[in-house]
């Protein structure tokens, strides 16, 4: 994936994570056995029938149709889905835009999108392709989850949607247990390290970091630690050389493990070494797409980065 593509990807999550609240969902069966609902863009939703044939339009929303066990009923995803791994199987739709053509082709009776509008990577949203799917009498249910609690909400939704309530509110419970093990482990922690989360060191000198309001902020709180960018001016900010020195974290973790960043790297950074987590080799990498991506995997990644703050609350 290229640079661009990966700062699209950052800009992305803003939009979601700053999209619109998620709505209640309310379901119900009319006398024809159609489901309503209402998704998080405040959309009325109707399906005439259970769905049979699913676009996913975002990785979030693959990874959580395959949790509720859905996968066979998956006919297309992005070019971005990549988990689960039976996902990468599934016809392509398309990456930053995608095709119409493809997703007509594909003859769906649902396609679950993400953000203000269906677009899984575009950063101004794209209202007009949800009018094309709206003209072609096409099913979208949009999910625009701006915290965990409406992650969670999303999962029941398409629960509701597709039939899987039962899985839907098991999957939900396991994430819930989780979550509340890692706060009641760490909420009376006797120190709170200082933790830099690196996104993107594409410019090691001012790479891009979370700040207040991101995911990122909020687990890192959860797990018992401080985010040295808590204070930033943006939700995806980047800090100098400068500045994270000046901040001198504990705690340095690799969100961009994923793209090759490690430990040695960030060890020969000009500046760098006067940092106590470089001095104490305190330089973890972990995948990003377990704390950026709103589905059932975010449970997981709240869990890693725990261990990584505070190890010795889980020996």
């Known amino acids: ?172 419970a396991e994430m819930q247990k989780k979550v509340d093990d890692v706060v009641a482990r760490t909420k009376n922690a006797a120190q709170r390290p200082k933790v830099f989360y690196e996104l993107d060191a594409t410019d090691p000198a001012k790479p891009f970091t979370p700040g207040p309001g991101s995911w990122h902020d909020t687990f890192i709180a959860m797990a018992g630690g401080v985010n040295i960018a808590a204070n930033a001016k943006a939700q995806w900010a980047q800090l100098s050389t400068e500045e994270i020195v000046a901040q001198n974290p504990d705690l340095i973790i690799l969100g961009d493990a994923n793209w090759g960043v490690d430990a040695a790297a960030v060890k020969v950074r000009p500046g760098w070494g006067a940092i106590k987590a470089v001095q104490e080799g305190a330089i973890y990498p972990i995948d990003d797409n377990l704390l950026s991506r709103p589905g059932p995997r975010l449970a997981d990644g709240l869990v890693a980065l725990a261990k990584i703050i505070h190890p010795e609350l889980f020996q």
Request: proline share 5%.
């Open 1 to 172: 994936m290229s640079r661009y593509q990966r700062i699209l990807l950052l800009l992305l999550a803003v939009l979601v994570a700053s999209g619109l609240a998620a709505c209640s969902a309310v379901s119900s069966m009319t006398g024809g056995g159609a489901i309503k609902l209402t998704d998080d863009a405040g959309r009325a939703v109707e399906l005439p029938k259970t769905p049979e044939r699913i676009v996913s339009l975002a990785p979030s929303n693959t990874e959580i149709l395959f949790a509720l066990g859905l996968g066979s009923k998956v006919v297309g995803v992005t070019d971005f889905c990549d988990y689960p791994p039976e996902a990468t199987a599934v016809e392509k739709v398309g990456g930053i835009e995608p095709n119409l053509e493809k997703i007509v082709a594909l003859k769906p009776d649902l396609i679950l999108a993400i953000g203000g509008s269906p677009v899984t990577a575009s950063i101004a949203g794209n209202v007009e392709l949800l009018n094309k799917f709206d003209e072609l009498k096409l099913n979208v249910l949009i999910l625009s989850p701006t915290d965990l609690e409406s992650v969670l909400a999303d999962i029941k939704l398409v629960g509701q949607a597709t039939g899987a309530e039962k899985a839907a509110e098991q999957l939900v």
